[in-house]
């Protein structure tokens, strides 16, 4: 008699992931299923078999790529063997051959695919895209203060479906407070996906299924844990006269544990203007100390939940159609049609919670009906602007202060003029947002071109701070701009004398307002074409940072027009260029 063929295991002590060991025993098990000789002995159970699955992230600021990683972890407690790609290198055709496909991706810019997801989104798009099979989730993370909210994700989710994948679960859309969306959506994704194929939360060790998606530990701070830090120096940058207010801050890092990398965001949360609380509940006939539902069972005075618990400026659609059914006016109806677009961002534009209830009076809308309809105050993430070689338990930050006036009201920007006008008094509740996807070259003698003019200079001042620290070889250009050289050009001094040191090795300046015709950073580049395109020839690593809407996008046609002009290429071929240096992540932007 035959002893039983066992069926081999990957060791776990083996180099490889979860993921990697999971797929592999799944392979490992399936093949000697098929294999081993028929036997008249008994045969041990067999083991049970893993379900394939593809997951695929974009991501710009790395949020996506993160929760990917949670739900491979995930799948693989429920008896899936994973596998995990980045949309920057994922073979459409793997897409397509696969029997199960999740997908996270953000949006970025306007409604546009993270910058490393566009030959995905390019290829997925083209008359030559094959034929889908998988059954498909998608999750699309957004920003519902931008109009074109979780826009590239529901591309993505309408054009699988169009290649002739089956949809098993609408589009999630997570909004900035994704917890609670995207838990969700992963536990029953995870469900459906593993009940198509007959099996049901199997884990490779034959234990129970984990129906509940677990949440990662707190670690102090993270956005679940921020670390309540002092607010150390608060300095105008700009000088006397500026048409701005750009303002230096830094907080105090004591806690070892919180630690940061050049390219990371810092995320602050905020409290509102105590004065614009204050004429809110004047606004609703309230008082302040009644007593209002927060979430899970949490009460607090009216005061209290607006000042430090909820947005009280950008209008909730709830509000619109609370106030329409209310009133009936013929334009707020109107705004409520699904269908609405640019009129409804039109109509938003300028406006505050306050205008509309100020305009409807007779709505009579009351505290509880109001606090049920607004989002939670949401932290603002602003790009670090040093490096934690030059100062280990600091942490600084570069920010433009928001200020306006509209319809007759002056405006304030929740964060902006939180840090510059009430942060010093108490601790402020911080925490590291890591981007893995803007990060300076791992290898010091490779060139960095950086681009970022204004507030755009944040993280680059980290960069070269880095660099300096650290003794880079490779050479560092930066082209910065703003309005005026007498008053606008932020960190002058250090600027120079870097550049007297050798250590920023060109510095290429455009300020709008210095003569007639306005000079931007783009038209320095295309003066400059020839020698940025050597540059990028000699393994330089281009980076943006700045406004999304305008400077980025003409950054982007001066970057194409310079390797037309200067290697002599189509427009086509430019297009080709710019996207091998996005997909092998020599191309980064961190733009808002």
Not at 99 to 128: C, H, Q, R
Not at 150 to 176: M, N, Q, W, Y
Not at 231 to 242: A, D, K, P
Request: hydrophobic share 40%; charged share 20%; glycine share 6%.
């Amino acid at each position: 008699m035959n002893p039983p063929a066992l069926i081999p295991q990957i060791p776990e002590n083996a180099p490889f992931s979860i993921e990697q060991r999971a797929y592999l025993n799944g392979f490992l098990a399936g093949l000697f299923s098929r294999t081993t000789a028929p036997s008249s002995a008994p045969t041990p159970a067999a083991a049970p078999s893993l379900m394939p699955l593809t997951i695929v992230f974009g991501s710009q600021t790395g949020t996506a790529e993160k929760l990917a990683k949670r739900a491979s972890k995930e799948a693989t407690k429920r008896g899936f063997a994973p596998v995990l790609h980045d949309m920057a290198s994922t073979p459409i055709k793997e897409c397509a051959s696969s029997p199960s496909l999740m997908v996270i991706t953000s949006t970025y810019g306007d409604g546009e695919p993270p910058d490393t997801a566009k030959s995905f989104w390019e290829g997925l798009n083209s008359a030559e895209a094959p034929h889908h099979k998988a059954r498909y989730t998608v999750c699309a993370l957004g920003d519902t203060n931008y109009p074109k909210f979780c826009a590239f994700g529901k591309s993505v989710d309408a054009r699988l479906e169009a290649l002739g994948a089956h949809r098993i679960l609408p589009c999630a859309e997570c909004d900035t407070d994704y917890e609670a969306a995207f838990a969700g959506w992963l536990d029953k994704s995870l469900k459906e996906l593993s009940a198509g194929v007959g099996q049901t939360g199997v884990t490779p060790s034959g234990g129970d299924a984990v129906t509940p998606v677990a949440k990662e530990s707190a670690v102090s701070g993270t956005r679940e844990c921020p670390y309540p830090s002092a607010l150390l120096v608060n300095r105008l940058l700009n000088g006397e006269g500026s048409a701005k207010e750009t303002r230096h801050f830094e907080f105090e890092l004591t806690d070892p544990t919180v630690q940061y990398q050049a390219g990371d965001a810092l995320g602050v949360i905020p409290s509102n203007c105590p004065a614009l609380v204050s004429d809110l509940i004047s606004t609703l006939h309230a008082d302040p100390e009644e007593i209002v539902p927060v979430s899970n069972g949490l009460e607090l005075s009216l005061f209290e939940a607006l000042s430090h618990h909820f947005e009280i400026t950008r209008i909730p659609k709830a509000l619109i159609a609370h106030l329409a059914v209310r009133t009936r006016e013929e334009q707020l109806v109107k705004l409520t049609d699904p269908n609405v677009n640019g009129e409804l961002s039109a109509f938003l534009r300028g406006r505050e919670i306050i205008d509309l209830l100020l305009q409807h009076p007779g709505a009579r809308t009351t505290a509880r009906e109001l606090v049920a309809m607004l989002r939670r105050l949401q932290p603002r993430l602003y790009s670090i602007s040093s490096s934690p070689k030059a100062h280990p338990k600091r942490v600084h930050l570069t920010v433009g202060i928001v200020r306006y006036e509209s319809l007759g009201r002056q405006r304030k920007g929740v964060c902006s003029t939180f840090l510059a006008e009430r942060a010093g008094g108490s601790p402020v509740p911080i925490f590291v947002h890591r981007n893995d996807n803007f990060r300076p070259p791992a290898d010091p003698k490779v060139p960095m071109i950086m681009v970022g003019p204004g507030t755009g200079i944040a993280p680059f001042r980290a960069f070269l701070q880095e660099r300096s620290a650290g003794g880079a070889q490779g050479r560092n250009w930066l082209f910065f701009g703003d309005q005026r050289s007498s008053t606008d050009f932020l960190y002058r001094e250090e600027l120079q004398a870097q550049k007297s040191a050798g250590i920023l090795n060109r510095l290429d300046l455009a300020f709008s307002r210095d003569q007639d015709e306005k000079i931007y950073v783009q038209q320095r580049m295309l003066e400059n074409a020839r020698e940025l395109f050597n540059w990028l020839e000699d393994g330089a690593h281009f980076y943006v940072c700045g406004d999304a809407s305008r400077m980025a996008k003409d950054v982007d046609a001066a970057l194409h027009r310079v390797i037309e002009i200067a290697a002599q290429r189509n427009p086509d071929q430019a297009r080709e260029y710019v996207n091998a240096l996005k997909t092998s992540k020599r191309y980064q932007r961190d733009v808002y």
